[in-house]
């Protein structure tokens, strides 16, 4: 989720400052409150930077004094918040930010009964009542709608709660598709229901303070939406070895959810896999010579797509090592080798050694051939390209190319090709036929009709494809 939203009537993508707008409200902001401000809206228009750590680093401010400040925008009608946990706020349009009118007796059974929540609280300025005129008028709720879930909040939290929370928990019930008393009704029982569930999964992550609204409502997602069994949920609660509390449990939930590790032994599988995972990266770091001190994101990365498609420790291992001895030391350079064996169907260790004794043995035959032409060197890429050419293209077999080497001795090996060209296009495949067309060429030569080189090149030039040659007999 984003830290920081527009509103749906203001999703220009613009970051705008309408003149009559920074007139009435950005006088009243001091310093931070403007800095803050502009930062967010900012990050409103920049999805890949969307993070309230962007705004804590950016002036060096710890995150409860960008939350609190966040609070003080929202209190003079400039944003409103969300969520509290993850803490999210939703910047107003300009035309939605300047106070609106209301008639008195519209709101007045509402305000009377806003009242008598808070006892103690001194109603002397009119926006303590306009915040929620504004949200009413906003999501089309019912006034008593609204007074349920706040009186809700406050016998949770105390008087001293503020409107914004009140809001937050509303705007995050309404998406939810609660909107009527009824609605309220069962969402409250819900949320009562799950108290002494949610007071084991405290204990397990070792969390001290009072239950909250957030932990009831992560408590029903985890259980709705996603699915979890409390006995599942408590068990993942106890792999975090009572670190990070709801916080991190949330996200550990999340993670299992998505890769459908739903149960206690599918969780714990999945997260054997994952240490097997985190273990393989830091094998294969050890091999290339490279080091991270975090391999998260190269399991992510590259270790998890390489076992998806197939292969396994031992392989993986395998390619490490023989990336290394070809001075391959980086890990997008062994990806590369990774999809190459992929592309020729070898996943395993075995399948790899068994393709790369079939090219060493392929390089073999090569060499043999260039030595039958005279000539002792290594054999190249380009060696490699015309060998295959000549099996896979033109069908000739080694017995073939043999002989025309010891025919081209003496020559390079383009000779060869050259000879090897001229035989396929006499349709000779045998030793016997090509020693009975080198004695006789002109007898075996096609007769081809002539043609300028004009009429050539513009028929060359007017294939579609080049593919279309081979339809030539």
């Not at 509402?110 to 929620?132: C, D, G, K, M, W």
Request: hydrophobic content about 40%; charged content about 25%.
């Amino acid at each position: 989720m984003n830290f920081c939203t527009m509103s749906k009537d203001n999703e220009t993508g613009v970051v705008l400052l309408d003149k009559s707008y920074v007139v009435n409200y950005l006088p009243s902001l001091d310093e931070k409150q403007l800095k803050i401000y502009l930062l967010g809206l900012t990050l409103c228009t920049q999805p890949q930077e969307n993070d309230i750590s962007f705004i804590c680093d950016a002036l060096d401010m710890p995150q409860e004094e960008v939350e609190n400040i966040f609070g003080q925008l929202a209190d003079a009608g400039l944003v409103y918040i969300t969520c509290y946990s993850p803490f999210a706020v939703t910047y107003k349009s300009v035309k939605s930010t300047f106070a609106r009118h209301y008639k008195k007796e519209k709101y007045s059974d509402f305000n009377a009964q806003l009242e008598a929540l808070f006892p103690s609280v001194a109603f002397t300025n009119i926006n303590q009542y306009t915040v929620y005129y504004d949200f009413i008028e906003e999501t089309k709720i019912k006034p008593e709608v609204l007074i349920t879930i706040a009186r809700y909040c406050v016998n949770l939290k105390g008087e001293k709660i503020k409107a914004n929370y009140i809001l937050a928990v509303a705007r995050n019930w309404i998406e939810e598709g609660v909107r009527t008393l009824a609605d309220v009704d069962e969402k409250i029982k819900q949320l009562e229901i799950s108290s002494e569930a949610i007071r084991a999964i405290c204990r397990t992550v070792g969390k001290k303070s009072e239950i909250d609204i957030e932990d009831k409502n992560a408590y029903l997602k985890w259980t709705g939406s996603w699915g979890f069994q409390l006995e599942d949920i408590l068990f993942a609660a106890k792999s975090l070895k009572n670190k990070g509390g709801f916080a991190k449990l949330n996200n550990l939930l999340d993670e299992f959810y998505r890769n459908n590790a739903m149960s206690a032994k599918e969780m714990q599988d999945y997260l054997d896999g994952k240490q097997a995972m985190y273990q393989l990266a830091y094998g294969v770091n050890k091999i290339l010579g490279v080091y991270y001190e975090n391999v998260e994101y190269i399991v992510e990365k590259y270790i998890s797509n390489w076992l998806q498609k197939g292969f396994d420790k031992e392989s993986i291992t395998l390619i490490a090592e023989y990336c290394f001895n070809k001075s391959i030391r980086s890990l997008e350079g062994m990806n590369k080798c990774v999809a190459k064996f992929y592309g020729e169907g070898c996943v395993s260790a075995e399948a790899i050694n068994q393709h790369l004794a079939t090219l060493m043995q392929r390089d073999m035959q090569i060499k043999k051939i260039i030595e039958l032409t005279g000539y002792s060197r290594n054999v190249n890429s380009n060696d490699r390209d015309m060998y295959k050419v000549w099996t896979s293209n033109w069908n000739f077999d080694d017995g073939m190319i043999e002989y025309g080497a010891s025919v081209c001795q003496g020559k390079p090996l383009s000779a060869l090709n050259n000879l090897l060209a001229k035989w396929k296009g006499s349709n000779i495949f045998t030793i016997e036929e090509a020693k009975a067309y080198s004695t006789a060429p002109s007898a075996n030569a096609q007769t081809v009709n002539a043609y300028s080189k004009e009429q050539l090149s513009q028929f060359f030039y007017s294939l579609d494809d080049l593919d279309k040659l081979d339809d030539i007999e």
